[in-house]
C-alpha cells in the first residue's frame, strides 16, 4: 500500500512520534505541510491526515492543504495527538474527504504533551505522551488498515 500522511507536528513532536512509529509497519511517505512545494497525492493508494488537536480542531494548515490537495475518491485516514480532549478534533477533515467522495478508512488519536497556554503554568498537561503503548497502538491501527485495503504488512 503507497501511503502518504500529510502532517503538522509542532511544539513537542507528538504526532510526528506516532508517524514515526506508523512508517515501522511499512513504507509511508511523511508529508511536511508546513514545508511542501509540489504533492501528487493521486500516486498514492492511501492518504493519511495528521495533526496536534488546537482548540478542538486539527491545525488550519492540515485542513487547507486537504481541502487544496486530496484527489478525489482517495481511502483516507486521521490521526492526532491531544493534551486535554479530542473534542470535535477530525470533524472538519471528514467533511473536506467526503466533499471529495474519499471513504475515510479510520481516525486514531492519544494523548500527547501539552504546554499551550495555560498548560505551561502548570508544567504541561499528558505529560509522557505518546507513550510506549500508544505508540504500539498506532502500529495496531496502521495494520489493521493495511489489512483494509488488502496490501498486508511489511512484517
Request: proline letters at 4%; one cysteine or more.
Amino acid at each position: 500500500m503507497k501511503t502518504a500522511v500529510c502532517y503538522y507536528s509542532r511544539h513537542h513532536g507528538n504526532t510526528l512520534k506516532l508517524l514515526e512509529a506508523m512508517a515501522e509497519e511499512g513504507p509511508v511517505e511523511l508529508i511536511d505541510v508546513t514545508a511542501c512545494q509540489a504533492v501528487r497525492l493521486e500516486d498514492y493508494d492511501c492518504i493519511g491526515f495528521a495533526s496536534g488537536i488546537y482548540f478542538g480542531k486539527v491545525h488550519e494548515r492540515v485542513l487547507a492543504f486537504a481541502r487544496q490537495h486530496l484527489p478525489q475518491g482517495k481511502p483516507v485516514f486521521f490521526l492526532c495527538t491531544y493534551g486535554g480532549a479530542k473534542g470535535t478534533g477530525t470533524k472538519a477533515l471528514a467533511k473536506a474527504a467526503r466533499e471529495k467522495g474519499c471513504p475515510v478508512l479510520g481516525e486514531f488519536g492519544c494523548k500527547g504533551y501539552d504546554t499551550f497556554g495555560p498548560f505551561k503554568l502548570v508544567g504541561g498537561i499528558a505529560k509522557g505522551h505518546p507513550n510506549a503503548q500508544d505508540l504500539e497502538a498506532v502500529r495496531r491501527f496502521y495494520r489493521k488498515l493495511q489489512r483494509a485495503c488488502g496490501q498486508g504488512g511489511s512484517r
